[in-house]
């Protein structure tokens, strides 16, 4: 159990970080857009 528990929470922080990532550079992709 304590080794699918800590898969669980790996994938869980993997995913976070993805959806952090991904908003930040559309926030900057917006950014630029509105520069132009």
């Known amino acids: 159990m304590?080794?699918?528990l800590s898969l669980v929470?790996?994938?869980a922080?993997?995913?976070v970080?993805?959806?952090?990532t991904f908003s930040?550079?559309?926030r900057r992709h917006?950014?630029?857009k509105r520069r132009r």
């Not at 970080?17 to 952090?20: D, E, F, P």
């Open 24 to 26: 930040v550079a559309q």
């Open 9 to 11: 929470l790996i994938i």
């Open 17 to 20: 970080l993805a959806l952090v």
């Open 13 to 15: 922080a993997l995913v």
């Open 30 to 32: 917006i950014a630029k």
């Open 2 to 4: 304590d080794d699918w």
